[in-house]
Nanobody, 126 residues
Framework: QVQLVESGGGLVQAGASLRLSCTAS????????VGWFRQAPGKEREFVTS????????YYADSVKGRFAFSRDNAQNMVFLQMNSLKPEDTAVYYC???????????????????WGQGTQVTVSS
């Protein structure tokens, strides 16, 4: 059974940092495109960052470029999202997702991903 579990969310002040983790079971993340998405109340789920495969460069949404960083720990079958210089507009539930069919042009689309975690809440106060 495939399972993705996010952790590391919390309540922080603007300018702070958080590191989100996503632990996978039932699949090897090195064989998957993996993405981070977020969803704020009343808004659609939006792309944050993703990579096609292990070792491939990460793509970032313009809103997080230069502040967020995607990384993998293949031995632990985990991925991470390092979030620096957080802003109130970063407040959302953050999800990790995995896909074996996503291509470069679809990495930013939630519909391209087959497996999702339950999400972790990130709240940034001003």
């Amino acid at each position: 059974q495939v399972q993705l579990v996010e952790s590391g969310g919390g309540l922080v002040q603007a300018g702070a940092s958080l590191r989100l983790s996503c632990t996978a079971s039932g699949l090897r993340l090195t064989n998957y495109a993996v993405g981070w998405f977020r969803q704020a109340p009343g808004k659609e789920r939006e792309f944050v960052t993703s990579t096609r495969r292990n070792g491939a460069p990460a793509y970032y949404a313009d809103s997080v470029k230069g502040r967020f960083a995607f990384s993998r720990d293949n031995a632990q079958n985990m991925v991470f999202l390092q979030m620096n210089s957080l802003k109130p507009e970063d407040t959302a539930v953050y999800y990790c997702a995995a896909s074996q069919r996503a291509i470069v042009s679809t990495l930013n689309r939630p519909s391209a991903y087959d497996h999702w975690g339950q999400g972790t809440q990130v709240t940034v106060s001003s």
